[in-house]
């Protein structure tokens, strides 16, 4: 056994003390802040070299442990407080602490990004399951009701995750710690209904959909796994007309990316890493739409009417669509114009447009738009004019923002974030404006 699986073995046997929080929460908190406590003093010994990490032994110190000792003190300590549901704190812990685990047993079969975020995704979501289970049985309520959505849950705190550590740091486990208990505190606090077929179904599509992204290099994976998420949040907390809406952005959006790539790559406007896109990219885009699709959910909540949420949703894809057809379609044809000025600049600059890449973003905001009016029956032609817009509307305002604060000012991603939230609120106000929605 190598040291890291040791250690990571013995990190796990911690976090399974946070299952006895099912019989006295107050208990695990201050077992884990004395844990804490300890770890800071503890300088060398055998218990010093089975938990101690690189940056541990150049310090001197367990602080790794500490930390993780205290942020599941801190959870606890919401649990007591504020009403954190046991199964979720518990969830929480195991996830972090037994997809550790199998991660650093799936590194000595493979050194592949890929295989080690396949292990700890797929430990941590068996591990939050289990976790769930016992902290309910040992409650003495029923399990099995409730099994679809302790499926869900896991599979939702696995892949956001496995996102966290993928763009962190291994001493940032507390932070991937809290916010998986509070996306799952969030789910939990919707009462999500989902049936063992649907949360099956959601699983498996959405896996193919991040396996074949990944294989197909048009996502790293850090982009696959938040595509993925997005898509499984998508499928069961909107449905699958919702989730026809968002793949139709990835699948054009990645074909758009692959076209004709190499003459883009030697006019210097390709997206780099061969087209793949990170999760910073993937994130920049269907940020909004997520929270659409949250508000949605939560619709019977908020004082707005859930077909807001979808004409928001919508929108944002279409800027999405729009915005990725014009800037990948425009990018192989020279002479483009800056928008503000209609100056000839030359490509790849930012707010430089093409009428052949307008063009193309208006189909891409028209695509979206026709697959809305065709799975949503409340949608109906005016709300398919809507939509299409919004989408031209928000390629617009990023084209805007390219010419005059990209830059220096604000990234590629801000922008992109910046133009889809322009776009779901032009589709949200035009279709309150239009009587679309009460």
Do not use: H
Request: overall charge negative; proline content about 3%.
């Amino acid at each position: 056994m190598t040291t890291s699986i040791r250690r990571a073995a013995a990190f796990a046997g911690v976090g399974t003390l946070a299952l006895a929080a099912s019989v006295l929460v107050a208990g695990v908190a201050a077992l884990f802040a004395a844990f804490g406590a300890l770890a800071l003093v503890v300088d060398d010994g055998s218990v010093f070299e089975l938990f101690a990490r690189p940056s541990d032994r150049r310090e001197g110190r367990l602080r790794g442990l500490a930390a993780f000792a205290f942020a599941i003190a801190g959870l606890a300590m919401l649990v007591m407080l504020v009403g954190l549901p046991t199964r979720v704190f518990a969830a929480a812990v195991c996830l972090l602490a037994y997809g550790n685990l199998v991660e650093q047993a799936a590194r000595t079969r493979s050194d592949a990004p890929i295989t080690a975020t396949a292990g700890f995704t797929v430990g941590g979501f068996l591990a939050a399951i289990a976790a769930q289970a016992i902290v309910l049985r040992v409650a003495g309520d029923p399990i099995e009701p409730v099994v679809p959505e302790l499926v869900f849950l896991a599979a939702s705190g696995a892949l956001l995750a496995g996102l966290l550590r993928s763009v962190l740091f291994e001493r940032d486990d507390p932070l991937v710690m809290f916010s998986v208990a509070f996306l799952l505190w969030f789910f939990a606090d919707l009462t999500v209904t989902v049936t063992p077929v649907e949360v099956a179904m959601a699983i498996t599509i959405t896996a193919g959909f991040g396996y074949l992204s990944w294989a197909l290099d048009t996502a790293s994976v850090t982009g696959m796994l938040t595509g993925v998420l997005l898509a499984l949040l998508t499928i069961v907390l909107g449905g699958y007309p919702w989730f026809a809406v968002l793949i139709s952005f990835f699948a054009l959006g990645a074909l758009s990316t692959k076209f004709r790539y190499e003459e883009k790559r030697q006019n210097g406007v390709a997206e780099a890493n061969e087209g793949a896109r990170g999760g910073g990219n993937v994130l920049g885009n269907a940020a909004v739409a997520l929270v659409a699709v949250l508000a949605f959910a939560a619709s019977d909540r908020l004082p707005v009417d859930s077909a807001v949420f979808l004409f928001a949703f919508a929108g944002s894809i279409a800027t999405a669509m729009s915005d990725t057809l014009s800037s990948e379609i425009g990018g192989v044809f020279d002479r483009p114009r800056l928008i503000t000025t209609l100056e000839r600049v030359e490509p790849g600059t930012d707010g430089g447009v093409t009428w052949q890449g307008e063009l193309a973003g208006v189909l891409g905001a028209s695509v979206v738009a026709l697959i809305a009016v065709t799975l949503f029956g409340s949608v109906g032609l005016l709300g398919g004019v809507v939509i299409a817009l919004a989408g031209v509307g928000g390629m617009t305002v990023d084209s805007v923002l390219g010419a005059t604060v990209e830059g220096e000012q604000i990234g590629n991603q801000s922008v992109n974030f910046l133009a889809t939230l322009s776009g779901a609120l032009l589709g949200a106000g035009l279709a309150l404006l239009v009587g679309l929605s009460a």
